[in-house]
Structures are given as C-alpha cells and as structure tokens.
Nanobody, 129 residues
C-alpha cells in the first residue's frame, strides 16, 4: 500500500518559518517526480513545487526565494522549508508522487496534477499577521 504522510504544519506569525515533511511508504521517491501543492478553502489546488528524480526543483513564483525543497532518499522523505511566511501562504499543503520515471512538469502548468498518482492527506499551515 502506498502512503504519503505529511507533517510539520502548524500556526506561525508572518515572517516565521516551517518545515514540512512528506514521508513515503510503498513507493521510492528517488525515482519519481515529487510535488508540493496547496489549497485554500474555496479555491483550486495549486502547485508549489515539483522535483524530478535528479533532485532538480521548479517553484511557483509565489514560492521562489522563500521556499526550498530537499529530499532524503535514505529516509524516503521530501521536505519543504518555508521561510518568510505570509498570511497568503495559509493553506492545506499536500505532497504527491508520480509513477516511476514520469516527466516532471513545472508546478504552474494547468495539467500538472495529472502527473501525480499518489497524494497525501495534507497538513495545515496557518500564518497570522
């Protein structure tokens, strides 16, 4: 059974930092496109980042310069370091994994979600002003 489990969410003040983790079981993240997405209630889910199997990451403009993705293949875990958080970053954050060796599109492409087969349950991030 494939599971992606996000953790690390919480409530912070604007300007603060959080590090989200996505621990995978049943799939090996090193051979997959991995994505971070977020969703605000009442809005469509949006891509934050996509990371290919070589570790190369593309970011949405909203994340560039503030968010950093890393992964620990030995722990089969993907991370999202979020700095300089803003109230507009408040959302449920999800990680997702593609089938093995899938192409890894930019996170802002309209069809980006179609790349991903497996999704976590999400972790809530709340940023107060």
């Amino acid at each position: 059974e494939v599971q992606l489990v996000e953790s690390g969410g919480g409530s912070v003040q604007a300007g603060g930092s959080l590090r989200l983790s996505c621990t995978a079981s049943g799939v090996t993240i090193s051979s997959r496109c991995m994505g971070w997405f977020r969703q605000i209630p009442g809005k469509e889910r949006e891509g934050v980042s996509t990371t290919d199997n070589n570790g190369s990451t593309n970011y949405a403009d909203s994340a560039k310069g503030r968010f950093t993705v890393s992964k620990d293949n030995a722990k089969n875990t993907l991370y999202l370091q979020m700095n300089s958080l803003k109230p507009e970053d408040t959302a449920m954050y999800y990680c997702a994994a593609s089938p093995r060796f899938a192409r890894c599109p930019r996170p802002t492409l309209p069809s980006v979600e179609a790349t991903f087969r497996y999704w976590g349950q999400g972790t809530q991030v709340t940023v107060s002003s």
